[in-house]
């Protein structure tokens, strides 16, 4: 079955510091890949996508991710992290033949001073 | 400004009471889905259509059904099948055509069944 899956629930980080919050999708001939982010109570908003060409790919606020192939992940990146940045962040891939995306669980990343 | 409209933000519902969530989108999309979200299952597709009057199971269609009468409009009936109501939900629209597929979400409606 096609799957996404992020392996940190929760991921807890100070100001200014990197992070990285990962996932990995189920194999498929070709995939498009995206990262929504979720304030409280609101809906999703598209923060990054790929769809071809280069393999890193990168958000007006700072984010970036690389699609890897070979290892199935689409892990997504940031070198220093705002208080503003605290949200809930989810991977979701577009498999051939399915036009509804497949989301993962979703990560939380709580940004403290 | 062209988004997605979901209404009531928030609402009740005993048990054994059906309840229409309301969707529209003002974006000329021709897609709509509407997907379920618990906390730490992300989100799961419930119904989508592609085009006017044909809609599609998604993964957990039981106990819910949907309309698409309107290019703008996919509401979505929770029924008193639905064994486990209470949730967040989201419904979203794209373009439908050739490529990727990037959805636009509304900013939800939150069903508590009491």
């Known amino acids: 079955a096609q799957s996404v899956t992020q392996l940190d629930s929760q991921v807890p980080v100070f100001e200014e510091a990197p992070v990285e919050l990962r996932c990995n999708y189920s194999?498929?001939?070709?995939?498009?890949l995206f990262w929504y982010v979720q304030y409280p109570n609101q809906g999703l908003q598209l923060l990054l996508k790929?769809?071809?060409?280069?393999?890193l790919v990168e958000s007006i606020n700072g984010f970036e991710a690389e699609f890897n192939k070979s290892q199935t992940s689409f892990h997504l990146r940031k070198p220093s992290v705002h208080i503003s940045d605290t949200a809930e962040y989810f991977c979701?891939?577009?498999?051939?033949?399915?036009?509804?995306?497949?989301f993962g669980s979703g990560t939380r990343l709580q940004v403290q001073p | 400004d062209g988004g997605i409209t979901q209404s009531p933000k928030y609402l009740f519902r005993k048990e054994g009471q059906n309840v229409t969530l309301s969707c529209e989108q003002n974006?000329?999309?021709?897609?709509m889905y509407w997907y379920r979200q618990d906390p730490g299952q992300g989100l799961r597709l419930i119904y989508y259509?592609?085009?006017?009057?044909?809609?599609q199971k998604g993964d957990i269609a039981e106990g819910y059904s949907v309309s698409r009468e309107k290019k703008e409009s996919f509401p979505l009936t929770v029924t008193s099948a639905q064994k486990n109501p209470t949730a967040f939900y989201l419904c979203?629209?794209?373009?439908?055509?050739?490529?990727?597929?990037?959805?636009?979400f509304g900013a939800g409606s939150r069903l508590t069944v009491l």
């Open positions: 979203a629209s794209s373009y439908e055509g050739t490529g990727a597929n990037v959805l636009t």
């Open positions: 194999s498929s001939v070709s995939v498009y």
């Open positions: 790929y769809l071809s060409g280069s393999t």
């Open positions: 979701a891939v577009s498999y051939t033949g399915r036009r509804a995306l497949t």
């Open positions: 974006l000329n999309h021709d897609a």
């Open positions: 259509s592609q085009i006017v009057n044909d809609f």
